[in-house]
């Protein structure tokens, strides 16, 4: 009876240890990958991950170039990180960027904010229109998120700047397949379509792949219950691929819940390496390559 009660006793206290535990693993971030060279971050959000200043932003990019990251590309979701986004561009030769308005701040679009964004996509050092898109899993759960409708007026003005000014469009698409993909087709996609964080199901990926869209796979591809993006990552061809990070979100696994910084690129590569059955060398390179390629961006 008394071994009972203290088992009985001794539980809760074990329960709030381990969710302690937990708790602090979740903040830490994960460790150095082997290093990959060759890689470059086809979107991460440094300002997100603490890069607000030119000495923090070098730190990020010194981690990062350690294990392989030569390059990235940090990304805006509104009209203060789209500032952010080009400073940091500037502030360090190896940040490039991407500015626009997420689905989420889609009514942000005013003829203020399309003057701005306008002049800060033509910028040098800007080599997207992004992230843009649709996103239907906000509305009704954020009074914060535009809705679909002004969505899709904002996501077509998106694809009219990119076309207009000759640079990528990165999309970001979260549970809206057919009408983003409708949308493109009905405006006519720019010359470049990046899917970010490409989380469509195969047969979207290869409604995609057709289209000569390029599919960026972050970590989520790692995740115990993403059969079917594994599949997607696949079949994409070996000149439609990009790898990412999204930091400081989707860490990939067994690190999902920490911080995700662009240093942990190499643990993605390595992933989608297995599920095609190639080298993870010969991953590092092609991304890479793609990236260059699709960003215009120069060899580091």
């Known amino acids: 009876m008394s071994d009972a009660s203290d088992a009985s006793a001794d539980a809760p206290a074990e329960t709030l240890s381990n969710k302690a535990a937990?708790?602090?693993?979740?903040?830490?971030?994960?460790?150095?990958?082997?290093?990959?060279?060759?890689?470059?971050?086809?979107?991460?959000?440094?300002?997100?991950?603490?890069?607000?200043?030119?000495?923090?932003?070098?730190?990020?990019?010194?981690?990062?170039?350690?294990?392989?990251?030569?390059?990235?590309?940090?990304?805006?979701?509104?009209?203060?990180?789209?500032?952010?986004?080009?400073a940091a561009a500037e502030w360090d030769h190896r940040v490039y960027a991407a500015v626009a308005l997420h689905p989420m701040h889609a009514g942000d679009l005013d003829d203020e904010t399309a003057a701005e964004l306008e002049q800060m996509v033509r910028h040098p050092r800007v080599v997207a229109v992004g992230e843009t898109g649709l996103d239907y899993y906000w509305p009704g759960k954020s009074d914060d998120c535009?809705?679909?409708?002004?969505?899709?007026?904002?996501?077509?003005?998106?694809?009219?700047?990119?076309?207009?000014?000759?640079?990528?469009?990165?999309?970001?698409?979260?549970?809206?397949?057919?009408?983003?993909?409708?949308?493109?087709?009905?405006?006519?996609?720019?010359?470049?379509?990046?899917?970010?964080?490409?989380?469509?199901?195969?047969?979207?990926?290869?409604?995609?792949v057709d289209r000569g869209y390029i599919l960026s796979f972050a970590g989520t591809v790692s995740f115990a219950n993403a059969d079917e993006l594994r599949v997607a990552a696949e079949l994409v061809p070996d000149e439609q691929i990009l790898?990412?990070?999204?930091?400081?979100?989707?860490?990939?696994?067994?690190?999902?819940?920490?911080?995700?910084?662009?240093?942990?690129?190499?643990?993605?590569?390595?992933?989608?390496?297995?599920?095609?059955?190639?080298s993870e060398e010969e991953i590092a390179r092609l991304s890479g390559a793609n990236a260059r390629r699709a960003y215009n961006i120069p060899l580091p």
Request: net charge negative; hydrophobic share 40%.
């Open 22 to 86: 937990k708790k602090r693993r979740r903040r830490e971030p994960p460790p150095d990958p082997t290093p990959l060279p060759g890689l470059v971050d086809a979107h991460t959000h440094l300002a997100a991950c603490g890069g607000r200043d030119a000495e923090s932003v070098r730190a990020i990019l010194g981690h990062a170039q350690a294990v392989g990251v030569d390059q990235v590309v940090t990304v805006a979701d509104d009209m203060v990180d789209a500032r952010w986004a080009v």
């Open 146 to 208: 535009a809705s679909p409708e002004v969505q899709h007026e904002t996501f077509r003005w998106h694809i009219d700047l990119a076309k207009r000014v000759g640079k990528p469009l990165m999309i970001h698409n979260r549970e809206a397949d057919r009408d983003l993909l409708d949308i493109l087709a009905a405006e006519g996609a720019p010359e470049t379509v990046i899917m970010h964080c490409f989380s469509g199901d195969r047969n979207v990926a290869r409604e995609c």
């Open 243 to 278: 790898v990412e990070t999204d930091a400081p979100f989707l860490t990939p696994h067994p690190y999902r819940g920490q911080p995700n910084q662009s240093y942990c690129l190499p643990y993605t590569a390595r992933a989608i390496a297995e599920v095609r059955g190639v």
